[in-house]
């Protein structure tokens, strides 16, 4: 089994290390993917597996925000939506777990890390939804953020993590525009619906801004990922891809961006923008935000009580196999 920590020195099993250099950079350098029968170094599986494993736990902790809002939503439309929407999430994140295991890992291994803290996820679930406009701050910023970040990895150069992504970026665009309909609504609605919004807006920015992950000079995996093609473009890049997107779509809502430095530059063809608070995300990435104890506990419990379930369906399995093996006996 293949663990995100692992040491360094695990032993390659199919080849010589230079021979699966050789083979997995032409592959590389021809813009061809790497699957899972094709040797590749261990740091490429090693960073793959905590990249998607990551990316698989933000997925399902990610739907506790949202299903905080399921049995208050305004109309049984908005609650339909929202029970598809949150449920969306978790099918996103088996997908991710699924191609996590294509690369050796384990999924009880990579949900136990979760579980006790020693696996990270995206540091946006941290902050907490107290209104109904924060559905549609999510939608809008957060899986727009996730849209600008995901689209590029459809073309990863590992095959079962681009070909998941395809189905989820189709997923997230539906949910991009659910939760900007939403802000729409408020936005033109009464003057405290849209006081709502603009508050949402206010507390959500600069945690989606940061959702990228830190400046590119603070990035330590960053180059690595570059090489091997995982990331194509870099975390400051796609930042100001989010921020140049956004600003039009916050003039049509008639919100303000809570960004007093932003402003069109001419000379670059993008918007400059102030400096995110890196001290807060540290702390929310350490640990240390908001909503960071409830979310594991929250996560710790739903495993425990969902314990009778996974045993329910090893005896079910069981009995089946015993009830196939009597019939052929
Ligand atoms: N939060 O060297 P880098 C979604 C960590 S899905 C927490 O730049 P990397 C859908 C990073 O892991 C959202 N940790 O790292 C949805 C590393 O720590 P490590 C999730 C972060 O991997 C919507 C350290 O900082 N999306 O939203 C964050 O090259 C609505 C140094 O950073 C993905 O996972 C962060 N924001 O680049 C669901 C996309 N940023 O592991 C429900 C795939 C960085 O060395 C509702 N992932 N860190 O201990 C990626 O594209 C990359 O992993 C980055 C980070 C860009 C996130």
């Not at 021809?30 to 740091?43: A, K, L, V, W």
């Not at 793959?48 to 109309?75: F, V």
């Not at 696996?119 to 924060?134: C, E, G, H, L, V």
């Amino acid at each position: 089994m293949y663990s995100p920590d692992a040491p360094n020195n695990q032993k390659l099993t199919k080849a010589s290390s230079e021979d699966v250099i050789e083979s997995f950079e032409q592959l590389l350098e021809n813009d061809q993917r790497i699957e899972p029968r094709d040797d590749m170094p261990d740091n490429y599986r090693r960073t793959l597996i905590r990249q998607i494993g990551q990316h698989a736990h933000s997925e399902i902790i990610g739907m506790q925000p949202e299903a905080n809002w399921i049995t208050r939503a305004p109309s049984l439309r908005r609650k339909a939506i929202l029970m598809s929407k949150v449920q969306d999430e978790a099918g996103h994140g088996l997908y991710l777990y699924s191609a996590a295991e294509t690369l050796g890992a384990d999924r009880t291994d990579l949900l136990e890390k979760l579980n006790d803290g020693k696996m990270k996820y995206s540091s946006i679930f941290n902050y907490p939804t107290p209104t109904w406009a924060d559905m549609g701050a999510i939608g809008w910023l957060v899986d727009g953020a996730a849209i600008v970040n995901q689209v590029p990895l459809c073309r990863n150069s590992y095959g079962p993590y681009a070909r998941a992504m395809v189905r989820i970026c189709k997923e997230e665009s539906f949910h991009q525009r659910q939760g900007y309909e939403i802000m729409l609504t408020l936005s033109n609605g009464t003057p405290e619906q849209k006081e709502m919004a603009q508050d949402a807006l206010n507390r959500w920015w600069w945690p989606s801004v940061m959702m990228f992950g830190p400046p590119d000079d603070q990035s330590p995996n960053s180059a690595a990922s570059m090489k091997w093609k995982i990331k194509l473009f870099s975390n400051d890049d796609l930042r100001q891809k989010f921020v140049d997107m956004a600003v039009g779509q916050a003039d049509i809502l008639g919100l303000t961006i809570p960004d007093p430095d932003l402003k069109w530059n001419e000379e670059t063809g993008h918007y400059d923008f102030g400096e995110p608070d890196w001290d807060e995300f540290f702390d929310v990435i350490n640990g240390n935000g908001p909503c960071n104890k409830l979310r594991v506990d929250s996560r710790r419990k739903a495993h425990e009580d969902g314990q009778w379930v996974r045993d329910a369906a090893v005896a079910f399995a069981n009995k089946q196999k015993t009830l196939a093996e009597n019939q052929a006996a």
